[in-house]
């Protein structure tokens, strides 16, 4: 059974920084979802990566597949960023379902 | 771009009414799934579902909940007899092909059982 875990939980910034949320697993996998989800409830698909790196606008995605761990990184954040963000990754074996992680919940000051 | 959408948005019904959560996928994928998150959880698996059968289910799946897509547009989600506990918001997703594919989400349905 894979266990998905996310840190921080919470996390203030203020306009303008870098941010950083890390991913773990516990179980080797092919692929791993990073999500957001806005105070209305809505879920986006960020990025689906199962290796090195994607970049989408001011979003990049990491994962180290051997290390088991992905970081989601925001570059020049701006207070529309403000969400949960979530990574998803399945549990393992022939499944198509996702574990998900507690999230993040991100709020960037003006 | 083709998005997942999902009907009502929101649905309050009283314990022990039956409720029909609708879900319309986008249009060439195979692979549909319902995921449910209670306020201030994580979201979780429901069920999955494959060319016209659950493919998978979780112990949450009981037999108060049923998945059907009556045509081929629709993905339904049914519980049968609805209880407080089911209060929560419930997402469908679509995906192209297995765990490699990306999976789409709906809205969501915040469904409330008073």
């Known amino acids: 059974k894979n266990e998905v875990e996310q840190s921080p939980q919470n996390l203030t910034a203020q306009e303008g920084e870098f941010i950083t949320i890390n991913c773990s697993y516990s179980?080797?996998?092919?692929?791993l979802h990073w999500l957001q989800q806005h105070p209305g409830g809505g879920i986006v698909s960020l990025f689906m990566?199962?290796?090195g790196k994607k970049k989408h606008g001011r979003l990049i995605a990491t994962i180290n597949i051997q290390e088991k761990h992905s970081s989601l990184h925001i570059t020049a954040s701006h207070p529309r960023d403000s969400a949960v963000y979530i990574c998803a990754a399945p549990p393992g074996g022939a499944t198509n379902k996702l574990i998900f992680g507690t999230g993040t919940l991100l709020a960037v000051q003006p | 771009e083709p998005e997942v959408t999902q009907t009502p948005s929101h649905q309050v019904t009283q314990m022990g009414q039956e409720v029909i959560l609708r879900c319309v996928p986008i249009s060439n994928h195979l692979y549909f799934y319902w995921y449910r998150q209670i306020l201030g959880q994580k979201v979780e698996f429901l069920v999955s579902?494959?060319?016209?059968?659950?493919?998978?289910k979780s112990e949450i799946f009981d037999d108060q909940f049923s998945v059907e897509r009556p045509d081929g547009s629709n993905f339904t989600l049914k519980i049968r007899s609805t209880k407080l506990e089911d209060s929560a918001m419930y997402f469908c997703a679509s995906s192209g092909g297995t765990w490699t594919y990306e999976q789409y989400f709906g809205p969501g349905t915040r469904l409330t059982v008073t």
């Open positions: 990566l199962s290796s």
């Open positions: 179980v080797g996998i092919s692929a």
């Open positions: 579902f494959y060319n016209n059968e659950i493919s998978e």
